[in-house]
T-cell receptor, first 108, second 117 residues
Framework: GIQVEQSPPDLILQEGANSTLRCNFSDSVNNLQWFHQNPWGQLINLFYIPSGTKQNGRLSATTVATERYSLGYISSSQTTDSGVYFCAVSRYGQNFVFGPGTRLSVLP | DTGVSQDPRHKITKRGQNVTFRCDPISEHNRLYWYRQTLGQGPEFLTYFQNEAQLEKSRLLSDRFSAERPKGSFSTLEIQRTEQGDSAMYLC???????????????FGPGTRLTVL
C-alpha cells in the first residue's frame, strides 16, 4: 500500500514565525488532504489539494503530484495554530492513508 | 446540516464487554469511513461504506469488530469482548465521492474515545 511520510515530526516556533510542513507519498494519488487536529482530537479540514496551490488566510499548500509531495505553509504563526498536522492520501477508489503527523507548538 | 456527529463522545467499559458507537454522516454524503487513532499516531483506516455496501475492511478489523450502515444513512461500529488494546479514539468521516473515487474530500466527526479497563 501507499506509504506517507511527514516531516518534521515536531516543530516549535515562536509566535509570528513562518513554517513549512512536508508530506511525501510513495505512489501516485488522486486525493490529498491536510488536516489540523486540535487538542480535543477534532480533525479540521485545511485543504483538499490533490494538485496545485491553494491559500486560506495565513495558511497555504502546494501539491506536486508528479513528484509525490505536498507542502503546507503557515505564516505569522499564532498560538492557536498549535496541534498536530496530518496529511492523508488515497488512490482511485481506495481507502485513505494518513501520515504520522507533524506536532506543532507555537510559543507566545 | 451541521456536519458529522458521533455518539457517545466518551465510553468507559470493562474488558470483555460489548460496545457500540454511532456515526451520523453529512446527509447527502454517500461514503462513510471508520478510523481508529491511538495516542501519538495518525488515524488508521478500519472500513468504509459506499451507501449501504461495505466495500473495504482493513486487516485491523478483527472478527470482534463489525460495522453496519443500514439504508445508507447512519452507521454503527460494534466491538465485542473488548480488550485493553481496543482503547483508542474511534473516528468517523463522510464524503461525497465522485466517480471511482475521483473526488473524495472527507469530513470528520469529533470521535468517540474508548477506554477499556
Amino acid at each position: 500500500g501507499i506509504q506517507v511520510e511527514q516531516s518534521p515530526p515536531d516543530l516549535i516556533l515562536q509566535e509570528g514565525a513562518n513554517s513549512t510542513l512536508r508530506c511525501n507519498f510513495s505512489d501516485s494519488v488522486n486525493n490529498l488532504q491536510w488536516f489540523h487536529q486540535n487538542p480535543w482530537g477534532q480533525l479540521i479540514n485545511l485543504f483538499y489539494i490533490p494538485s496545485g496551490t491553494k491559500q486560506n488566510g495565513r495558511l497555504s499548500a502546494t501539491t506536486v503530484a508528479t513528484e509525490r509531495y505536498s507542502l503546507g505553509y503557515i505564516s505569522s504563526s499564532q498560538t492557536t495554530d498549535s496541534g498536530v498536522y496530518f496529511c492523508a492520501v488515497s488512490r482511485y477508489g481506495q481507502n485513505f492513508v494518513f501520515g504520522p503527523g507533524t506536532r506543532l507548538s507555537v510559543l507566545p | 446540516d451541521t456536519g458529522v456527529s458521533q455518539d457517545p463522545r466518551h465510553k468507559i467499559t470493562k474488558r470483555g464487554q460489548n460496545v457500540t458507537f454511532r456515526c451520523d454522516p453529512i446527509s447527502e454524503h454517500n461514503r462513510l469511513y471508520w478510523y481508529r487513532q491511538t495516542l501519538g499516531q495518525g488515524p488508521e483506516f478500519l472500513t468504509y461504506f459506499q451507501n449501504e455496501a461495505q466495500l473495504e475492511k482493513s486487516r485491523l478489523l478483527s472478527d470482534r469488530f463489525s460495522a453496519e450502515r443500514p439504508k445508507g444513512s447512519f452507521s454503527t461500529l460494534e466491538i465485542q469482548r473488548t480488550e485493553q488494546g481496543d482503547s483508542a479514539m474511534y473516528l468517523c468521516a463522510s464524503s461525497l465521492s465522485g466517480l471511482a473515487g475521483s473526488y473524495n474530500e472527507q469530513f470528520f466527526g469529533p470521535g468517540t474515545r474508548l477506554t477499556v479497563l
